[in-house]
């Protein structure tokens, strides 16, 4: 019987594709998937979403009506995952990181090893970056008993894009159970600054403000490293990543043009101040992602986000919708928990 989901529910974005595509695979299940990102200002499949829905159908086999450039409607239906090696070409700045984390969960569960090429944007907006992925998502999805390790041979920025990603997956036998709801004491703390194809001198400025930034609130002075990035584009990016006892943080800043440096520099820190004064465990962008796999694990799992986003339970609702569990909410304190159904190969 076709699952059918509502595309503006809640947030109503592209995570709601991504989420089906990966349970749909997962699950073997057929999905529709109607009004998708409806109230967008640009509603329907855009070039990253369609992307998404290309690898899903590549790696399945599956059976996609719908599967155009605007469209707000999707029907899918999979077949067995089949491992491999995969090429992918987004086309624009679309983010290869949407992509991958479409297609990472189901390939987990595949057979064999699987690699991904993919070529797109790597530090684009609305998305996390390579380095964030790279330095916090794998690192958690690793604690979680899976297998992923990733390249970037080339930076893609909006709007030119033409980063390339390579991503490889080994397969597990099932997910472990996480709690995430101490984080500990703050053991390590480093700094992206990078240029591509514009003046170091950027890099520098961003460079000198974070160490103002951290000096200002009272931080030791953190690991600061500087990148120019081959790319066939422009950009600039302050990354700060925090390694805590249990686990670690991550916090993007994007250049764009009128925007100063010390603007990016002071983007990314403000994100990373207010993040030590919560009691978050797990930042934003970490609490999407993981809650898939934590409804896919074994046993009770459990995390403490920074803040109970729209985005987020709309996330949930989506995987409630493939899998036969319930997740726990408490907005007053962030926390997240969920009894997994325990899924393995």
């Known amino acids: 019987m076709t699952l059918k989901i509502d595309g503006s529910h809640g947030e109503g974005g592209g995570q709601i594709l991504r989420t089906a595509l990966s349970l749909a695979a997962i699950r073997q299940q057929p999905v529709e998937i109607h009004n998708i990102r409806s109230g967008r200002k640009k509603p329907g499949l855009r070039p990253q979403h369609l992307m998404a829905v290309k690898a899903m159908a590549l790696i399945t086999a599956a059976n996609v009506k719908g599967a155009e450039l605007g469209s707000m409607r999707l029907y899918f239906e999979p077949r067995q995952i089949t491992p491999g090696s995969y090429s992918l070409d987004i086309g624009t700045a679309g983010s290869t990181s949407l992509v991958l984390q479409t297609m990472i969960p189901a390939l987990l569960i595949a057979k064999k090893a699987s690699r991904v090429d993919i070529i797109g944007g790597t530090h684009v907006p609305w998305s996390p970056c390579f380095h964030y992925l790279q330095g916090v998502f794998v690192p958690a999805l690793q604690e979680m008993g899976g297998a992923l390790r990733l390249e970037m041979k080339r930076w893609g920025w909006y709007p030119k894009g033409g980063g390339k990603v390579i991503a490889f997956i080994s397969p597990v036998p099932e997910f472990c159970a996480v709690g995430r709801t101490w984080r500990g004491k703050l053991e390590d703390t480093y700094v992206l600054s990078a240029v591509s194809n514009l003046p170091m001198s950027i890099a520098e400025r961003q460079r000198d403000q974070v160490l103002k930034r951290f000096r200002d609130h009272g931080y030791k002075v953190p690991r600061i490293e500087l990148l120019k990035g ?10 700060v990543r925090a390694r805590f006892e249990k686990g670690t943080a991550g916090f993007t800043s994007l250049g764009k043009k009128g925007k100063p440096a010390e603007q990016v520099a002071d983007d990314a820190c403000l994100d990373f101040f207010e993040f030590m004064a919560s009691g978050a465990v797990v930042d934003d962008h970490l609490a999407d992602q993981l809650v898939l796999y934590m409804a896919l694990s074994k046993g009770h799992s459990s995390l403490t986000a920074g803040r109970i986003t729209k985005h987020l339970m709309t996330n949930m609702w989506v995987i409630e919708q493939f899998l036969p569990t319930k997740f726990e909410v408490d907005e ?14």
């Open 230 to 239: 081959p790319s066939p584009g422009t950009g600039t990016v302050v990354f």
């Open 332 to 345: 007053e304190t962030g926390r997240v928990s969920v009894e997994g159904v325990g899924f393995s190969t």
